[in-house]
């Protein structure tokens, strides 16, 4: 079984999004049936944005006119069977990076004509398939509150549905900046080990457990400390200014 994973983050392997998707990772090979796992850091290729000429639905069937890098992305794509999406909470959606990546892939993916899919409508598969994965969502925020995530969830709740994939499950944390902190991550170990069992379960029975799903939606710490912290940190390091 092929998992590919997507790390939006423009930090990559310091993300904190990499925090939260390597142990998720671990859980999905520990199971012992033949999982392999791979990350791609989208910050290392170039993808530039969508032009919007619609030259892969038209003259180039397919096939972007733009000679970057996504067309190495798009193969691993299709060959995938379960595809993890992690990204940083950016103004309530996906990182550009992601939203680059996500619009040239989905366009190429799709060919023109408009259909129906029960109460939607939707594109056709370009490829048998392509794109009825089984998907997971990765995220966190700067903020407290799972409220932030609202947008990006929609956004993936509504593309599985009209895509025919199968949204199995979504990881969010809030006040993620806390995973970046070293010092700090000892006091983390039980939501580590929480997407650790979360990763084992996505590849045992296609969902995250309910405890597993409980443990996740803890607060890593009191919104107001939080607050309190992050306050006082950018009050230190901007001297107030
Ligand atoms: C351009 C930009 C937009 C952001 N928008 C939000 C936001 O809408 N809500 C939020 O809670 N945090 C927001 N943040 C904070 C990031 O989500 C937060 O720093 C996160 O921990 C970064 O994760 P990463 O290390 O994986 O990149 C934003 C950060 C940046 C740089």
Redesign the pocket.
Known sequence: MRLVAFNG???GKR????KILQPFLEGARSTGLCVETETIYLKDYKINHCLGCFTCWTKTPGVCIQKDDLGLLVDKVIDADIMVFAT?????TV?GLMKNFMDRLMMGLAKPYIIKRDEYYTHPSRYNGSFSKRIVLIS????PGRY?FTGLIETFRILCQVSGANLLATILC?M??LL?ISQLLSLFGWYFDAVREAGKEIIERDAIAPDTEAILKRDLMKEEEYVTLANAYFENITRGQ
């Open positions: 983050s423009p930090r993300s904190n999004t990499d940083p909470l950016y103004i309530f990182s966190n925020c700067g903020f932030n809030p993620g900046e970046g």
